[in-house]
């Protein structure tokens, strides 16, 4: 109280100061006393009342109007103050949010972690970073007992914590299958029908599975709508789409899915992305799927974890460092 | 807490009546100029809240005058439809005006003491309290 007293006195020298000179310093310093005011959350209709305190104690024979006056502008500021108030409880409020959303985001990091194996003869590369804290593109990678790799790589329709919340379901029930049950379209049967179930209408998901089996060297996948990525033959020096056609997940209780198989040779890439990739977008313009292969054949002898590195940096660039989308992806190459 | 008077709520203009006898109410108690425009302003809103979605319902005023301390107890009360989620309406940022007035968290922080009791279907009834200082 003592203190505040001090400021109304403060508040007074200064006001004389600056009636008396019209000294810049004078408002200068009623700058600071604005700023330190807010810092101790002194509102509009307060700062009024000390002007009209000290304006009475500077010109006692202040006339009746302007002391009239200057409680109808008080009045007036009241409701500011209240606004003003009312937006540092949200400001704060705001924060904590954050704060807690950025602990769900660790917790989901957690959850989601997969382990980029080693696999004898490939090279794998892979990243997948979220357009906001938590991400809505997930991959994981499955080694078998049998030197094989299975590869997921999903996208869930829509952004943020709901999307987040339901890649970790997804996680956890592909978790459940046996090993025995993996093949790619009776996994992506059996998730349909944990989607389909579990998650609420409207929420659609999409997903590519893959399967490297070593002995035979061959490329098994099936595909829920997820966006087509890329086979690059090393013989015939030539990128082609990695068609596959089925349902996104959650629509339809029964969908069975398609599968496909591709002999791998020594040289030969796979590279699996999301929309988040092909979705990049500059300005008003979405990038052609075109321009996303010109991009990493530029950076298509680079070790795979570098290129997709590489392919991303570009990327967050062009979009000036903000991502629209969550951005996943994965690049795997069978060592010559 | 000696003596209680009223205002009816019926139509718009009876929120300056309350405002009115609530000024010179927080007067008489020795209020300074920004707390009077404060129990005002709170006095606006508990009556527009009962304007608006009671229908009618009074602000009744009792002065607090014992040995220890002065102050002004505002008490809206209405046979409205009541208050459904009282922690809702209590949330800064939530509105059914539109972002007009200050609502309910407005008036808590004008005041010094404020309760709600409401029953869905049978009315509301706040009593806040400015202390003089």
Same mark, same amino acid.
């Given at each position: 109280?003592?203190?505040?007293?001090?400021?109304?006195?403060n508040?007074?020298?200064?006001? !004389?100061?600056?009636?008396?000179?019209?000294?810049?310093?004078?408002?200068? $310093?009623?700058?600071?006393?604005?700023?330190?005011?807010?810092?101790?959350?002194?509102?509009?209709?307060e700062?009024?009342?000390?002007?009209?305190?000290?304006?009475?104690?500077?010109?006692?024979?202040l006339?009746?109007?302007?002391?009239?006056?200057?409680?109808?502008?008080?009045?007036?500021?009241?409701?500011?103050?209240?606004?003003?108030?009312?937006?540092?409880?949200?400001?704060?409020?705001?924060?904590?949010?954050?704060?807690? #959303?950025?602990?769900?985001?660790?917790?989901?990091?957690?959850?989601?972690?997969?382990?980029?194996?080693?696999?004898?003869?490939?090279?794998?590369?892979?990243?997948?970073?979220?357009?906001?804290?938590?991400?809505?593109?997930?991959?994981?990678?499955?080694?078998?007992?049998?030197?094989?790799?299975?590869?997921?790589?999903?996208?869930?329709?829509? !952004?943020?914590?709901?999307?987040?919340?339901?890649?970790? &379901?997804?996680?956890?029930? &592909?978790?459940?299958?046996?090993?025995? $049950?993996?093949?790619?379209?009776?996994?992506?049967?059996?998730?349909n029908?944990?989607?389909?179930?579990?998650?609420?209408?409207?929420?659609?998901?999409?997903m590519?599975?893959?399967?490297?089996?070593?002995?035979?060297?061959?490329?098994?996948?099936?595909?829920?709508?997820?966006?087509?990525?890329?086979?690059?033959?090393? !013989?015939?020096?030539?990128?082609?789409? #990695?068609?596959?056609?089925?349902?996104?997940?959650?629509?339809?209780?029964?969908t069975?899915?398609?599968?496909?198989?591709?002999n791998?040779?020594?040289?030969?890439?796979?590279?699996?992305?999301?929309?988040?990739?092909?979705?990049?977008?500059i300005?008003?313009?979405?990038?052609?799927?075109?321009?996303?292969?010109?991009?990493? !054949?530029?950076?298509?002898?680079?070790p795979?974890?570098?290129?997709?590195?590489?392919?991303?940096?570009?990327?967050?660039?062009?979009?000036?460092?903000?991502?629209?989308?969550?951005?996943?992806?994965?690049?795997?190459?069978?060592?010559? | 807490?000696?003596?209680?008077?009223?205002?009816?709520?019926?139509?718009?203009?009876?929120?300056? *009546?309350?405002?009115?006898? *609530?000024?010179?109410k927080?007067?008489?108690?020795?209020?300074?100029?920004?707390?009077?425009?404060?129990?005002?302003?709170?006095?606006?809103?508990?009556?527009?809240?009962?304007?608006?979605?009671?229908?009618? *319902?009074?602000i009744?005023?009792?002065? #607090?005058?014992? &040995?220890?301390?002065?102050?002004?107890?505002?008490?809206a009360?209405?046979?409205?439809?009541?208050?459904?989620?009282?922690?809702?309406?209590?949330?800064?940022?939530?509105?059914?005006?539109?972002?007009l *007035?200050?609502g309910?968290?407005?008036?808590?922080?004008?005041?010094?003491?404020?309760d709600?009791i409401?029953?869905?279907?049978?009315?509301?009834?706040?009593?806040?309290?400015?202390?003089?200082?």
């Amino acid at each position: 109280m003592t203190n505040l007293k001090l400021e109304i006195d403060n508040y007074k020298e200064l006001l !004389k100061q600056y009636i008396l000179s019209l000294d810049e310093k004078a408002l200068y $310093q009623a700058e600071q006393f604005s700023k330190l005011s807010m810092q101790h959350n002194i509102s509009p209709e307060e700062i009024i009342n000390v002007h009209i305190q000290a304006l009475k104690d500077l010109y006692p024979n202040l006339p009746k109007e302007v002391d009239n006056s200057l409680n109808f502008l008080l009045e007036t500021m009241i409701s500011y103050g209240l606004a003003y108030q009312e937006f540092q409880s949200l400001r704060e409020k705001q924060l904590e949010l954050k704060s807690e #959303i950025s602990v769900a985001a660790k917790m989901q990091q957690n959850l989601l972690l997969t382990e980029k194996p080693t696999i004898k003869g490939l090279d794998i590369g892979a990243i997948s970073v979220p357009a906001h804290q938590m991400n809505g593109d997930y991959y994981h990678f499955v080694s078998g007992s049998d030197g094989g790799l299975g590869i997921a790589i999903a996208d869930v329709i829509g !952004k943020g914590i709901p999307a987040a919340l339901a890649m970790s &379901m997804i996680k956890y029930s &592909m978790d459940s299958f046996p090993e025995s $049950q993996r093949s790619p379209s009776v996994i992506l049967e059996n998730l349909n029908r944990v989607v389909e179930r579990n998650v609420e209408p409207g929420m659609f998901m999409t997903m590519f599975f893959g399967l490297y089996n070593q002995a035979k060297q061959t490329f098994a996948y099936s595909s829920a709508g997820h966006e087509p990525g890329f086979y690059f033959d090393a !013989k015939k020096n030539e990128y082609s789409e #990695i068609a596959a056609k089925g349902l996104v997940l959650g629509v339809a209780k029964d969908t069975t899915y398609q599968e496909y198989e591709q002999n791998v040779k020594p040289g030969d890439m796979i590279v699996l992305l999301t929309d988040g990739v092909t979705e990049c977008r500059i300005g008003d313009r979405f990038i052609e799927r075109d321009e996303v292969l010109q991009v990493i !054949k530029r950076y298509e002898n680079y070790p795979a974890q570098e290129a997709v590195e590489q392919v991303f940096k570009y990327f967050e660039r062009l979009q000036g460092f903000q991502l629209r989308d969550d951005f996943t992806l994965i690049l795997i190459r069978k060592e010559v | 807490m000696d003596f209680q008077s009223c205002v009816n709520i019926q139509k718009e203009w009876d929120i300056v *009546g309350a405002r009115q006898l *609530g000024r010179d109410k927080a007067k008489e108690l020795g209020f300074g100029t920004v707390d009077q425009a404060r129990i005002a302003t709170a006095i606006s809103e508990l009556a527009r809240n009962i304007y608006l979605y009671a229908g009618t *319902g009074k602000i009744c005023f009792e002065t #607090i005058n014992d &040995m220890n301390h002065k102050g002004l107890c505002v008490i809206a009360s209405d046979n409205g439809p009541g208050i459904q989620d009282i922690s809702l309406v209590m949330e800064d940022g939530y509105t059914t005006s539109g972002g007009l *007035g200050a609502g309910l968290p407005g008036v808590k922080r004008l005041m010094d003491q404020f309760d709600i009791i409401s029953e869905p279907g049978k009315g509301t009834e706040i009593r806040t309290v400015k202390w003089v200082r």
